[in-house]
């Protein structure tokens, strides 16, 4: 069966420009997470959603960065001028809802800030 | 507020040795705890959960983990240690913050385990 799937896998952009990162969580699976897993800060939480409401988004790190979930399935994780510190990898993982249950992790999208 | 302390960030066995990855947690509620593992160029994999049922754990590949209370801690081993069980290792409490349960993983800075032939 499908897993999560994220795209791209890999992003080069220049400092200043806006991405956008797309997660496709295992069908069925409510709760999405955004993980952002960097050298310095190791993996840290960045927003959960259930459906497609976002009942934490305490760990955004500034308002340059936002997600949407639609449908309750994909959802887009935009970094809007971006800097060189927003460089690391992204993972998303899904769940079923209960908050005991196994989180699967997608691949990631390994963003570079030139 | 819940988070969890890899004591190791660096462990090398020997093949065939036993493996103990250490971690401490810190929680005000009956956590969640759990270990992934990451191997190179690949995505996050659950070994093993402890969810409040029974303290000691098994998990895939051989590894387990067993939950002491009173230490606080939540230890990862496994007998004897394979080649391809070199990776990042994650000890992870899942947030629980009474009725808002998010279910939000909480990460320890990682152990990587080296194994030597």
């Known amino acids: 069966g499908a897993g999560v799937s994220q795209s791209p896998s890999n992003k080069v952009t220049e400092k200043g420009k806006d991405v956008e990162l797309r997660c496709d969580p295992i069908?069925?699976?409510?709760?999405l997470y955004w993980y952002r897993q960097s050298l310095g800060q190791g993996l840290e939480f960045l927003i959960y959603f259930q459906g497609n409401s976002a009942p934490d988004k305490s760990g955004l790190p500034s308002d340059r960065f936002s997600a949407e979930r639609t449908g309750g399935s994909v959802s887009t994780l935009t970094i809007q001028r971006t800097q060189q510190e927003d460089s690391a990898v992204y993972l998303c993982?899904?769940?079923?809802?209960?908050?005991?249950?196994?989180?699967?992790f997608g691949p990631g999208t390994r963003l570079t800030v030139l | 507020a819940q988070s969890v302390t890899q004591l190791d960030s660096h462990v090398s066995v020997s093949e065939g040795t036993p493996v103990l990855l250490r971690c401490n947690y810190s929680?005000?509620?009956?956590?969640?705890l759990f270990w992934y593992v990451q191997h190179p160029n690949k995505g996050l994999q659950l070994l093993l959960k402890?969810?409040?049922?029974?303290?000691l754990v098994k998990g895939i590949n051989g590894f387990e983990a067993e939950f002491k209370k009173s230490e606080t801690s939540f230890h990862l081993t496994k007998p004897s240690a394979h080649m391809s069980d070199a990776a990042e290792y994650f000890c992870v409490v899942s947030d629980e913050r009474g009725s808002s349960n998010t279910g939000k993983l909480i990460f320890g800075q990682g152990t990587t385990l080296q194994v030597k032939p």
């Open positions: 929680s005000s509620y009956s956590p969640s």
């Open positions: 069908s069925g699976h409510t709760a």
């Open positions: 993982a899904s769940s079923l809802v209960d908050y005991s249950n196994e989180q699967f």
């Open positions: 402890y969810t409040s049922a029974a303290t």
